[in-house]
């Protein structure tokens, strides 16, 4: 892509001026480039001063030495438009006879001095002679080694400008050659050039931060600062929202503006379009070009639709280039990314808009200004198009509001009924389309709807751009500013009756007229003739009568019109809730639905109806979704703050109240996460916009005082009191869990002392409540340095309340716990030492020894947890027995009892492993007993992984592997804890032969092997031949499966496995029979090339001669194997030829030449210079592969090896720039235009000429595809 790239001449040709600001604008682009401020790059002074100053000096003292064209960070530039030869750089540098100051100043500082040159091409000689001269000077001075001294004629300047589009732009701009629609920085909100453009700020607060918690608008001198600071993150998108005519543009532009607050951007680093231009290069296209590059460019695009951001804002984050987008438009989707920084700007004061209008115009006088800006509502589109309309000697002071809207539409030009008239049709919609063979020819569609020619409707639409009341973008066109649009389409619905309009949108071919028609309605809430037209659409017979067969499509306009009539907007979602299948995730529409719900639930008197049927849509969810979960949409409407509702607290509580009572475990689950919400005390988010329409929406409900925010909590804690003294404990102990869990934030950031205090002490009292001694513990931990003394005081009490009273309440707060869970104190410090709980875990099993009634209190909690703190309790437990055998059977006999549906013996394993410490006899009996246990026998290896394993273990594990009881996978245990190292590679060898023998045995094979060779890497270890050949064997069983059971990505670490398995050393034999499985399995469709990459990349690599032969047989199997094989699929990496040895790979075709051009076909011809994970579809530089290059040298037909090269030009599938892909492939290609055979050279020279035909057709397709997609308006 060389829209950017200028030429030496292109140097040449600018002023003497122009040149000085040019290089100041490269430095300044080039230090960001590395990271750095602007403001370290300092320029001015007369172009042709002998003053021995310089032009242009860097100050970058941390800028790291280079090779670069800024190569230190202390770095002076003397820019002359004229040639300089060695004698006048020589010159330059002197003053009257000696070295200028500032070249001391330079080399004291380890600076660096160049001289640029507009004038000068350089070869090597003269470079080199004029260098040479810069340095005989330079040796005359005292640190004279420190000083680096270069010359830049215009051909490296054009170099340097080809690394900063940006300053390209500008460049092109000084030249009067600008590309289509793309500027660099300057007036970009259109202020007339003779006119002040100064930013005008005040304190109104008019900048929302949309991604803040608060969303509390600010003055636009901290959105400034708050826009800066996140487009110097490198990858960032920002996103400027708002009405059209609240200065969007100006707000764009004062970022690079110095003189508007502190640490502007680099005006150097700015590239701006508009969208609604026709723009070339597409703004993905140029977006690309920047990522490919690696250039350090802010990208400013105004006019921006939602999903053209989405795709830029994609492409910008998936790359790791120094780019930047700031996006800006007047509409803003939910859908947001969550890679988006919204800024949202409202409009401006009154005063501001009238000075802004004095300024524009100031004849106009004070009073005049005043009235149009309030007019405006603080849009300064519509004040400054009013204003021009307005002579010096009038006074607007009478004038009515409908007089200002007729002058401020008719202009100067006088009054025209029929453009008014077509104005108001053409504002029925939000945007329409003005193209006769596109999208059902639209402005037909209004034409016939207002009863007006076609042609004249055109005319009208051009009119009302050259008077600035419309916008276009491309084909698309919108009557613009809002506040107009939608006072023209009122007079619209007045003046054309609703049958009419009705009868032309609602024909099915115009769906996106009609869903056009709905976003404008969706403004219009406050008008009567409006209303009535969105009930016609719900009526019987109207298109959105019966929602639960609608389309999506069709959909989109509910949601644009229901702000007009949100009553009747929720009566049809619950009368459609009342059919089934309607309310559910499995309706392809829930989440338009859930999402329209959330906003229905905004009032207070609509909450419970609109949350009732969220919940309906919830029932069916499963617990603990999170891919558009209709829970965690429930869960804002409980939040605190960024709710979206004005529903008051105890509506809300009343809600959650009812699920309690519902009785049913799926409303228990709902109700636990809305109580996470409303317990948040920290932390609050919200991705919504709250907007609805033209009503007036916040946040929603927010406490004004200290005492409403208790309430608040307190009201939700109420409703669980009750459910702490029930009956029902499996109720009660879910209560207990959810106060625990949120202890800590409702005591130390919402501040619920008194209240929590009276449950602690009421519920908690002497370790009744083990949770809740622990939370208050971790409160006192995290938050009792801080905490005010009287309120540590009362913590210290409830802690010493809640505490364990009894060994029995001891332990199950400890054992039936996570040891991660406490905080411990010793000595008067707090300690979150996971070893000092075990320590006390330990000692509290020693205690339990001689009181083994508590551990039948604790029931099968001891016997179902996945805590941690189980296996330090049983270590306890042994060490602390007189007599082990006896306490052994106690616990066997306690799991006969107690043992739940789910067992997890972690206490036995814990008990058996102190006892083997103690006397190893005594721990081999009780694995015996686990064998008789009838409950505990499938657990036998789990258990013995408690001991070294010794003959007795080994021999008891082949006895198991032999009988059909133990699943084969239970033998994966041997993976875990380092219990595979009580074993020698021939025993282990010994258990694989049997396992690989089971059913899915060989997965455990090579899960096992896989740790073996993970443990003993970096070691001395080397793995038997009989342990290896056993990992081959499972290798060959896992090929041999049937469809489904062939899958080695189930398994980690293959690479190990393949490398040591399949190394140059293993017998060939047992290689051919697994390349013959693998080809087989790959032939009959049982496995796929993408789960054994791994495994045939090694087999390539070591064994290629084996793999060739069986794959290219010359047949229809070796077609099918070449497909499945080595065709690139798309999104990954496939197995490829490169990864033969190319020596070998030729010896193996042994010259002949049908050999050769198989071999060649199959070969990926081009491999990528990134990492081997990068997509083939994806590089930045390819280069052709050294295996076709060395089959190209084999072959005696040339012709057909380059033509392999050529097909694989175009890739088989890609999801970005196909163009791009072929350019960077061509490149590659291109190499061969040096091969030393001419019949090469030439074959190479034609084709790329058909490539270069190629991309440049596919380069006007994408830009055509991209025009349409990115100027359009909704």
């Known amino acids: ?64 030495s280079n090779d670069g064209f800024v190569p230190r960070g202390i770095c002076g530039f003397q820019v002359k438009k004229h040639a300089m030869g ?33 004038k000068d091409d350089c070869s090597d000689s003269m470079l080199a002679s004029r260098v040479r001269a810069m340095e005989a000077v330079a040796e005359t001075l005292p640190g004279k080694a420190s000083l680096r001294v270069d010359f830049y004629g215009r051909d490296r300047l054009a170099t340097w400008l080809r690394r900063h589009p940006s300053v390209a732009l ?12 793309w500027r660099p920085f300057g007036r970009w909100a259109a202020t ?36 800066r600071e996140r487009l110097r993150r490198r990858g960032s998108a920002v996103r400027i929202t708002g009405l059209s005519g609240v200065g969007k543009t100006r707000f764009a532009q004062a970022l690079f503006e110095a003189n508007v607050g502190e640490e502007a951007l680099s005006p150097a680093s700015a590239i701006y379009a508009d969208l609604g231009e026709n723009l070339t290069p597409t703004a993905s296209e140029l977006v690309s070009y920047i990522v490919a590059n690696d250039h350090a460019v802010q990208l400013v695009l105004d006019n921006c639709p939602p999903d053209v951001h989405r795709q830029l804002q994609k492409q910008v984050s998936a790359s790791s280039a120094m780019l930047s987008l700031l996006t800006i438009e007047y509409d803003i989707s939910d859908d947001r990314p969550e890679e988006t920084e919204v800024i949202h700007l409202e409009p401006c004061s009154e005063e501001t808009v009238s000075m802004l209008i004095q300024r524009r115009h100031p004849d106009i006088g004070k009073l005049n200004a005043g009235k149009i800006a309030e007019f405006s509502g603080g849009n300064s589109r519509i004040a400054i198009a009013l204003a021009s309309r307005v002579d010096a000697d009038e006074t607007l002071t009478n004038f009515s509001d409908e007089d200002l809207f007729h002058r401020l539409f008719s202009q100067r030009k006088g009054a025209s009924n029929e453009l008014l008239e077509c104005a108001e049709a053409l504002s029925l919609v939000y945007s329409f389309n003005v193209s006769s063979s596109e999208f059902n020819d639209e402005l037909g569609v209004l034409s016939a709807i207002v009863g007006l020619d076609r042609r004249g409707l055109h005319r009208a639409q051009a009119e009302l751009m050259r008077r600035q009341l419309a916008q276009s973008r491309g084909e698309w066109r919108a009557v613009l500013p809002h506040a107009l649009a939608n006072r023209l389409a009122k007079r619209a619905l007045e003046n054309i009756p609703v049958d009419a309009i009705n009868a032309e949108l609602l024909k099915p071919e115009n769906l996106r007229l009609f869903v056009s028609c709905a976003h404008r309605l969706g403004y219009l809430h406050d008008f009567e003739p409006a209303v009535r037209m969105a009930n016609s659409w719900v009526s019987p017979g109207g298109p959105l009568h019966d929602i639960g067969s609608c389309n999506e499509g069709t959909l989109s306009a509910l949601l644009y019109i229901a702000p007009v009539f949100p009553e009747t907007v929720l009566q049809l979602i619950e009368n459609a809730a009342t059919k089934p299948g309607f309310a559910s995730r499995e309706n392809r529409n829930f989440r338009l639905f859930v999402r329209l719900l959330h906003q229905l639930a905004y009032d207070d008197d609509k909450f419970d109806r609109a949350a009732t049927v969220m919940l309906k849509f919830s029932e069916g969810e499963k617990s603990g979704e999170n891919r558009d979960s209709i829970v965690g ?7 605190l703050h960024l709710s979206g509702t004005l529903a008051r607290p105890e509506r809300r509580c009343a809600f959650v109240s009812k699920l309690l009572e519902s009785g049913t475990e799926r409303h228990r689950e709902i109700a636990a996460e809305l109580f996470h919400a409303a317990f948040e005390a920290t932390h609050w988010t919200s991705f919504s916009a709250f907007d609805f329409g033209a009503r007036r929406r916040d946040a929603g409900w927010q406490p004004r005082t200290r005492a409403e925010e208790l309430e608040w909590y ?144 604790l029931g099968p909690g001891l016997w179902s ?76 290896i789990y258990l013995l992984s408690a001991i070294k394993i010794g003959p007795w273990g080994f021999n008891m594990l082949i006895e198991l592997a032999r009988g059909e009881e133990f699943e084969a996978w239970r033998f994966g245990q041997l993976a875990y804890g380092r219990m595979h190292e009580s074993l020698t590679d021939s025993e282990l060898a010994e258990l694989f032969t049997i396992l690989n023998q089971r059913h899915d045995g060989f997965y455990t094979t090579l899960s096992v092997l896989e740790m073996r060779f993970f443990a003993g890497r970096g070691g001395n270890y080397v793995p038997s031949e009989d342990l290896l050949s056993t990992g081959r064997d499972a290798i060959r069983a896992l090929l041999g499966g049937k469809r489904g059971q062939t899958e080695l990505n189930r398994i980690r670490g293959t690479k190990r496995i393949a490398q040591q398995c399949l190394s140059e050393s293993a017998p060939e034999q047992e290689v051919e029979e697994i390349v013959r499985l693998l080809c087989e399995g790959l032939d009959d469709l049982r496995i796929r090339s993408s789960d054994f990459e791994v495994l045939m990349t090694t087999l390539f690599r070591n064994f290629p001669e084996i793999v060739l032969g069986e794959i290219f047989t010359g047949d229809d199997r070796e077609r099918r194997l070449i497909d499945r094989v080595f065709k690139c699929r798309f999104g990954g990496a496939s197995p490829s030829l490169n990864s033969m040895p190319v020596d070998r790979l030729i010896t193996w075709c042994r010259g002949d030449q049908d050999r050769i051009v198989g ?66 492939r061509a490149k590659a290609f291109a190499e061969l235009l040096e091969h030393p055979l001419a019949e090469v050279r030439n074959l190479v020279a034609e084709r790329l000429e058909r490539i270069e035909l190629t991309v440049r057709r596919e380069r006007q397709r994408e830009a055509e595809d991209h025009s349409r997609r990115e100027q359009r308006f909704e």
């Not at 007599?883 to 394993?909: C, F, G, H, M, W």
């Not at 530089?1181 to 097909?1207: H, N, P, T, W, Y």
Request: overall charge negative; some cysteine; proline content about 5%.
């Open 192 to 227: 007339p050039p003779a006119q002040n453009d100064a930013f005008l700020v005040d304190d109104h607060p008019c900048v929302i931060d949309a991604n803040s918690s608060a969303k509390t608008p600010m003055p636009v001198s901290e959105g400034i600062h708050l826009a």
């Open 86 to 118: 060695a004698a006048a750089c020589r010159d330059e540098m002197l003053e009257g006879g000696t070295p200028k100051l500032v070249l001391a100043d330079l080399a004291d500082r380890n600076g660096a001095y160049i001289i640029v040159s507009g």
């Open 1159 to 1224: 071999v060649a076909a199959a070969t990926c011809a081009y491999s990528t210079v990134e990492a081997t994970d990068i997509p083939l579809e994806h590089p930045k530089r390819v280069v052709l592969s050294a295996s076709i290059k060395g089959l190209l040298e084999a072959a005696v037909d040339k012709q057909c090896i380059v033509d392999v090269m050529f097909a694989g030009i175009q890739p088989m599938s890609w999801s970005s720039s196909l163009a791009d892909i072929i350019e960077i």
């Open 1 to 64: 892509m060389r829209f950017f790239e200028l030429d030496a001449v292109d140097i040449t040709a600018l002023s003497a001026g122009d040149l000085r600001e040019l290089v100041a604008r490269l430095c300044e682009a080039e230090v960001i480039q590395q990271g750095r401020r602007p403001k370290s790059v300092m320029w001015g002074g007369a172009q042709e001063a002998p003053d021995g100053g310089l032009d242009v000096r860097i100050e970058a003292m941390d800028l790291p």
């Open 633 to 639: 949409q429930m869960r804002h409407l409980f939040s």
């Open 714 to 857: 307190i009201g939700f804690l109420n409703l669980l009191r009750p459910v702490l003294t029930c009956d029902d404990l499996t109720l009660r102990d879910w209560a207990r869990s959810l106060l625990a869990g949120h202890f800590r934030e409702l005591w130390t950031f919402a501040g619920c002392f008194d209240d929590l205090e009276e449950i602690v002490r009421s519920h908690a009292s002497k370790g009744e409540w083990p949770q809740m001694w622990v939370s208050v513990k971790k409160t006192l931990g995290f938050d009792g340095d801080s905490a005010h003394p009287d309120l540590l005081a009362r913590l210290e009490s409830l802690s010493r309340v809640a505490a364990p009273s009894d060994l029995y309440s001891e332990i199950e707060a400890y054992v039936l716990s996570n040891t991660w869970d406490h905080i411990e104190s010793r000595g008067g410090q707090v300690a979150f030492s996971d070893e000092m709980i075990k320590e006390k875990v330990i000692s509290l099993g020693e205690m339990a020894a001689a009181e083994l009634g508590c551990l039948e209190r």
């Open 865 to 940: 947890g996945e805590f941690d703190a189980l296996h330090p309790f049983g270590i306890g437990l042994a060490q602390g027995s007189v007599d082990l055998i006896a306490t052994y059977e106690r616990l066997l006999s306690l799991v006969q009892l107690q043992a739940p549906a789910k067992l997890n013996p972690q206490v036995l394993q814990g008990y058996i492993s102190a006892a083997n410490d103690i006397d190893p006899r005594l721990a081999m009996v009780m694995l015996e007993r686990v064998l008789d246990h009838p409950l505990l026998r499938t657990f036998f």
């Open 170 to 181: 500008w460049v092109r701009a000084r030249l009067g050659r600008p590309l289509s629609g």
